[in-house]
Every structure is written in structure tokens, then in C-alpha cells.
């Protein structure tokens, strides 16, 4: 008797376990799979399949994980507008400053996932390409107006590129020209048209910090932001042109990008370079050394709004930034931008550098309706009237598609800047080899040196050992 | 009756039991197995064997965020304890305003860790600032910082439960031990202590695994800077699972050592402290 209720009671239990997941539904069935792959590798195509094949035509909602906090708003906006349309909701979840690939890793791992997700280039493809779709069938692609911009591999397409930008350093040409007409300038440069390298460029800002009372500064650059999540200024950005320099030597490949995904080491050949100018800036802060880890980049971005410094290094994609800051005394037309001088040879001729890091790629595992309207939806922003004024208005990409037209140009100050020095004659815009560093903890060991060298921790052998090592450990896994 | 209810108990165990095996025995096993793959997304895993465990070892943050964690937990349980215990004894006394006083104490520990982390961040910021200098300057200062804002904010908490401990001590062996001729400390050291063993029992393993894994806080605070030298075993583990692609299993065989690890520091301190409880 006992043993019977024992068995009843286990049977019992069984069922009410299976009823409630049963209950729990389709929410529990990729969690159920996930068991499987486990054992086996390799996601079955069983899982992509399952329970959406049933309303293969009617897909409801598309779902696109944004990578730009900063625009998020307007993403809102697109998305209503194009569910009015066309009765396609679209789901849009923004990942925090910096946080974009822990977000992706556990969002993609839900039983809804991000249809639309973006990757980095050839590295972030490297990592995602069981969720890449290719792409080369569709319409987006055939939009490209480059079409070697795309993330390829073999015949296929995993990430289509779908903005431009450009970064150097941004100057405020009020505060410059004001120190131009002082008289007792130490420099004899009358216009920003003469400072074409960094020899010129360290001459005129130290004697900018020497006049800063005079010109109502509190610096010449905006802080060295090297708070935590917000070192992607150097560690990136500024990291990017001693490598370019560096890869460009390398005579074996004809792109940067390819040499450095190729170079298991690095030598740092310019890592004087980089020196000089992160000296340059530290020493002419608007905050003194010690002080900079706890600084952010919207800190430096408002010391540049506010008219407190003349000078900062950052992106087309600040406008909006220094646009929002409350007491905004920069007008727009004194916004200007100048490329990011070193002391490299031959440096007069480098121009701004720009390329880009956000690739539209497609989730692979998603249903195939998904993914069509997903690509759908792309195409709509890209090509439609509607979509493509949010583009040039709103969003204020510079986009890389034959459907804008020359009048579609984004109009905001920093983008014309961008557009204007990629067109002048006898310069050369610098690549984004920074898509081909080895991952986002490189970065972070990189910008951690900086910090302490900034805070005189670190000597500069030390960053630089730092710098090299982790590129070799990181490759290395 | 007895009979009876003995053999519902399955029915009756079966929710929580259910509840308990979702949301904490899958997870958990699925980890342990997750450690021995590699793997993006948890639904897309490689089986790689030991490999994570060995890279793991192999990994010097990993070893510098245990030592790290240690020396914390050495020093934050033993001011912790300190401090909640005289601020108990000191409010069990007739003091006026000792309601007032107790809830003020407690208060700290309503706040969330990453609020506290970033207010903290900012007042220890801002002394430093006269120094020219902030909290990322040296680990030293990384850690004294996160030994100040963990007292502040366990501290209330503890004292609660030493005052419920002392309050629970007979009235009778306190007399009897002043009658006894006993001066205050010998009462303090042969009475009172004794007998709140069990506060003490849980006030050290509430501090002792909230020191290990303490991880909001020290993200907030200092998030590992200057390069990682303040990072603990919590926020190295969430570094490595997220910093670098394909280093998820690494991450995940820290997570189980780290649990190992936790379980045996709580299991020994528990079997201590319970030997030196005695009955009332």
C-alpha cells in the first residue's frame, strides 16, 4: 500500500511538472532543445524551425537590438511610424554604452530573439557567424554603394555597413580664431589652414594653455575621459593610428584591416606617436591628471558644449551630444573638425579617420519570415522617402547607399565637416583598422594603462609592454 | 494523523519542490555542465572537457581577484562584526532614542549596491579631489573604499541581530553573575558572548558570503580600476564570461570554483561557530 501511494505520488508529480511547463509553453521549448545541442554541438536546424513554421506568412514583430544609446530615441519614432505602415511592429531594445555584446549574448539566447543585431566587423563576425544570415541576395546589398564595404566571406555577405562616420579632433573655431588675433601670441600661425601636423599642433595648444585666462578656457582639450566604459576614446579611436601606420608598413596586404587581423603580434612601432598626442592632451586638460579616471565622455563633451575647452577628439556622432547640453554656447557653424596629427612623416596629407563599425547582420536562427521582414524593414529605412529622411534628418547618418541622393546628405555640422575633408584633394582618409583588434578585453587592458600612466602609475615602457602582450594574448585565444 | 500527513508529503512538497528545481537545480546543473563546453550562447555549446578549469588556473586576474577577495573578506568580517557588536551592546543599554538610533543604523541596507557604489564613489571622489587624485589612483585605495562602504552598509543589518541575541539573554544569569560579584567585562566575556553564539553564528556567515560575493558594489565603485587590481572574484567572473568572446566556459568554470570555494569557507566557519554554542 505504502509503496503504490509512493508511486502515485511520484506519478503525480511527474505530471504536475510536465503540466507546468506544458503551461509555460513555447516560452520553455528552446530551453528544451537546448539540452540536445549540448551533447551534440552545432544548433540543429530542428530549433530554428520549430513553432514558427506554422505562420510562415504573418510575422507580427521583428525585433532589432540598437547599438547607438545615442539615437535611440528616434528609433522609437521610426518604428511607430513604420507599424502604421505596415502593420510590422518592430521591437527595439537598446544596449547601454559599451555593453552592446553582453546584451547580444543574452538577448540571442531568448526564445525571442533579436532578428536584427549588428556586428563589428570581421571580428564581431567571426564570433556571431552561426547567427549571421547572408545577405548578398538582397536589396540592401545591392544598394551598397561600395560593395567592398561589406563584412564577406566566401561567396556570402554577413554584414552590411550602414553609416559612415568620421573622427579626428573637433575644434571650436571661435575659441581658435580669438587666439589667432591675440597679441601676444608665441605662434606665428594666423588660421587652423596652416596646422597640418603635429609639430604646429603642440606649438599652438601649449601656447593656448600659456593664454587660457585670456581666452576664457578652463583647457585646451576636454578631459581625457578614463573612467570605466569610457576609455573607448584612446583605447579605440586614438590606438587606431599609430596600428594604421604600423599595418600600412606591412607591404604584404594592400588593406590595414587585413594586415592586422593577420598579425598575431604587434610591434608598436609608433608607439611614440601615440605618446606625443595622449601627452598633448593629458598635459593640456581641462583636469589635471589625477583626476581623469573619473571622468566620462559626456563629461568631456560638455566641457566642449559649454565653451570651456577648445578642443576635443570624438566622432560626427557628438553632434548630438553637444547639440542636447543644456546652455549650449558653441554655434554650429564654429564646429569644425581637423585630423588627429601624431608626428607621423608625411602626415600633411592624412585626413580624418573614417570607415565604420556598425553592420547590419540578419539572425540566422530566426524564422525565415523574420528574417525576410527584418530585411524588409531595412530596406524600407534605406530606400522608402519616409525612412530615408529619418536617415539624413534624424538620425544623421552619413549612409553608405546609392538611394540617396545628393541633396539627402545629412545636414548637421560635424557630418558636412566629415563629408568635406573625405573630398579634399591630396588627403587621405585613415582606415578603422581598429576592427581588427583582437577583442574588447585588448581594449580594455590598453585603456586600464592609460589610466595609470595618466595617473603616473605607469611609466610609458610599461603601457606600451601592456599594449603589446595582451595583443599577442588575446590573439592567442 | 501521523500516517496521514506522511503521505501527502510529497503532494504537499511537490510546488516548492518544483519551484526550486526550475529555478535553481536545471540552472545549476546546466552550469556545471556549461564549464566543461564551449559555448556563445547557452543553447549552442561544445564539449571541450577540463580545458576551462586549466585556463582558469592558468589565468592570473583569476588568482589576483581570489587573494584580492580573501584579504576583503578577512579584514570586512572582522570590522563588520566588530563594530555591529558594540553598536548592539550600546543600544541594548537605556539609552534615549534607541529605536530611533537602531533604525537609522539599519537603514544603509536598504539601499541597493550599485546607488551605494556610485554615491560612495562620489564622497570618497570628492575628498580625493583636494588631493588631485581619485579612487582609481592605487588599489590600496580601491580597497579601503570597499571595506567603508560594506561597513556602512552591513553594519545595521548585524547590529540587529546581536540586538535580538543580547535582548534573548535571560535576565536571571545576568543577576546571578552580578550577584556573583562579576565586573562588566567578565560578564561581557563569560556571559553575554557565550550566548549570543548564534548571532554570531549567522552574522559571520552573512558577512563572510556577502564578502565573497560582493559584486554590485565593487562594480559601482571601482569597477577593477586600475587595471583590475580591485576586481573580485564576483566581477572577474562576469569580465571573463563577457569581456572576450570565447572565453564563456573559462567564465563559467571560475563561477563553479568560485561556488566551491564559498561553500567550503561557509561550511568550515559554520562547523566552528556552531561548537561554540551552548544551550540556554
Known amino acids: ?477 | 494523523m501521523k500516517r496521514h500527513t506522511k503521505r501527502y508529503f510529497p503532494i504537499f512538497v511537490l510546488p516548492t519542490l518544483v519551484a526550486f528545481t526550475i529555478a535553481f537545480i536545471i540552472p545549476f546543473v546546466l552550469g556545471i555542465v556549461l564549464s566543461f563546453t564551449e559555448f556563445t550562447t547557452v543553447i549552442d555549446a561544445k564539449w571541450v572537457g577540463i580545458k576551462n578549469y586549466r585556463a582558469a588556473f592558468g589565468n592570473k586576474e583569476f588568482l589576483n581577484a581570489l587573494w584580492f577577495t580573501v584579504r576583503f573578506s578577512i579584514v570586512s568580517v572582522a570590522t563588520i562584526n566588530v563594530f555591529a557588536f558594540l553598536l548592539a551592546l550600546l543600544l541594548t543599554k537605556k539609552i534615549k532614542g534607541t529605536n530611533l538610533f537602531r533604525t537609522v543604523f539599519f537603514m544603509p541596507n536598504l539601499i541597493g549596491g550599485i546607488v551605494l557604489g556610485y554615491i560612495w564613489q562620489l564622497i570618497i571622489n570628492g575628498v580625493l579631489y583636494h588631493y588631485e587624485v581619485t579612487l582609481t589612483f592605487s588599489p590600496t585605495y580601491g580597497f579601503w573604499g570597499l571595506v567603508i562602504l560594506m561597513n556602512w552598509q552591513m553594519i545595521g543589518y548585524m547590529m540587529v541581530i546581536y540586538i535580538a541575541g543580547i535582548q534573548n539573554i535571560p535576565k536571571d544569569v545576568m543577576e546571578a553573575a552580578m550577584i556573583d560579584g562579576a565586573r562588566p567585562l567578565q560578564i561581557l566575556k563569560s556571559v553575554t558572548i557565550p550566548l549570543v553564539m548564534p548571532s554570531f553564528t549567522i552574522c559571520l556567515f552573512l558577512t563572510m558570503s556577502n564578502s565573497f560575493k560582493l559584486f554590485d558594489q565593487n562594480l559601482a565603485l571601482t569597477a577593477g580600476a586600475p587595471s583590475k587590481k580591485t576586481t573580485m572574484m564576483a566581477l572577474d567572473i562576469y569580465n571573463t564570461f563577457y569581456g572576450s568572446v570565447g572565453s564563456e566556459g573559462i567564465g563559467q568554470a571560475k563561477a563553479v570554483l568560485f561556488f566551491i570555494i564559498v561553500a567550503l569557507v561557509a561550511f568550515i566557519q559554520l562547523r566552528i561557530t556552531r561548537d561554540k554554542e551552548v544551550e540556554n
Open chain 1, 1 to 477: 500500500m505504502k509503496r503504490i501511494s509512493k508511486l502515485l505520488a511520484i506519478l503525480l508529480a511527474l505530471l504536475m511538472v510536465m503540466g507546468s511547463l506544458a503551461a509555460c509553453g513555447k516560452k520553455d521549448t528552446p530551453e528544451e532543445g537546448s539540452k540536445e545541442p549540448t551533447a551534440t554541438n552545432a544548433p540543429t536546424s530542428k530549433d530554428t524551425t520549430t513553432g514558427d513554421t506554422a505562420k510562415e506568412e504573418k510575422v507580427d514583430e521583428i525585433y532589432y537590438l540598437n547599438f547607438k544609446p545615442e539615437i535611440a530615441a528616434v528609433y522609437d519614432k521610426i518604428a511607430a511610424d513604420y507599424e502604421a505602415e505596415t502593420g510590422v511592429k518592430v521591437k527595439v531594445v537598446t544596449a547601454a554604452s559599451g555593453t552592446y555584446e553582453q546584451t547580444l549574448k543574452s538577448e540571442i539566447a531568448k526564445s525571442d530573439p533579436p532578428t536584427i543585431f549588428q556586428i563589428n566587423g570581421p571580428v564581431g563576425y567571426e564570433s556571431w557567424k552561426n547567427y549571421c544570415a547572408d545577405l548578398s541576395k538582397t536589396q540592401l546589398y545591392s544598394y551598397l554603394s561600395d560593395k567592398s564595404l561589406a563584412v564577406a566571406s566566401g561567396d556570402g555577405v554577413y554584414g552590411i555597413p550602414y553609416v559612415v562616420e568620421g573622427y579626428g579632433i573637433i575644434y571650436n573655431n571661435a575659441i581658435m580664431n580669438q587666439y589667432f588675433a591675440l597679441a601676444d601670441k608665441a605662434t606665428s600661425y594666423k588660421s587652423m589652414d596652416e596646422i597640418n601636423n603635429f609639430a604646429a599642433l603642440k606649438a599652438v595648444v601649449e601656447d593656448m594653455t600659456a593664454h587660457k585666462d585670456a581666452l576664457g578656457i578652463k583647457g585646451v582639450f576636454a578631459s581625457t575621459s578614463l573612467g570605466a566604459g569610457d576609455q573607448w576614446r584612446w583605447q579605440t579611436h586614438l590606438a587606431n593610428l599609430p596600428l594604421y601606420y604600423e599595418f600600412k608598413d606591412n607591404a604584404a596586404y594592400d588593406n590595414t584591416v587585413l594586415a592586422g587581423l593577420a598579425a598575431n603580434e604587434i610591434e608598436f612601432k609608433y608607439a611614440e606617436n601615440y605618446k606625443n598626442i595622449f601627452d598633448l592632451y593629458i598635459n593640456n586638460s581641462a583636469t589635471a591628471k589625477g583626476l581623469l579616471g573619473s571622468k566620462t565622455v559626456n563629461d568631456s563633451m560638455a566641457e566642449f558644449a559649454l565653451g570651456q575647452v577648445a578642443m576635443v577628439q570624438n566622432g560626427n556622432w557628438a553632434w548630438s551630444q553637444i547639440n542636447e547640453v543644456a546652455g549650449n554656447v558653441v554655434a554650429a557653424d564654429d564646429i569644425k573638425f581637423m585630423p588627429i596629427y601624431t608626428g607621423v612623416a608625411g602626415e600633411e596629407k592624412q585626413g580624418l579617420c573614417v570607415g565604420t563599425e556598425n553592420y547590419f547582420a540578419i539572425n540566422s536562427q530566426a524564422s525565415e519570415a523574420k528574417q525576410k521582414a527584418s530585411v524588409a524593414f531595412l530596406e524600407w529605412l534605406f530606400s522608402s522617402e519616409k525612412g530615408k529622411a529619418y536617415v539624413t534628418n534624424d538620425l544623421g547618418f552619413i549612409a553608405p547607399f546609392t538611394t540617396f541622393e545628393e541633396d539627402e546628405k545629412p545636414s548637421d555640422p560635424l557630418a558636412r565637416e566629415v563629408l568635406a575633408w573625405m573630398e579634399k584633394d591630396g588627403v587621405a582618409s585613415v582606415a578603422w583598422t581598429f576592427a581588427a583588434f583582437p577583442s574588447e578585453e585588448f581594449k580594455n587592458y590598453f585603456g586600464d594603462a592609460l589610466l595609470e600612466y595618466a595617473q603616473g602609475g605607469k611609466t610609458w615602457d610599461e603601457v606600451v609592454a601592456v599594449v603589446k602582450d595582451s595583443w599577442k594574448s588575446e590573439k592567442a585565444k
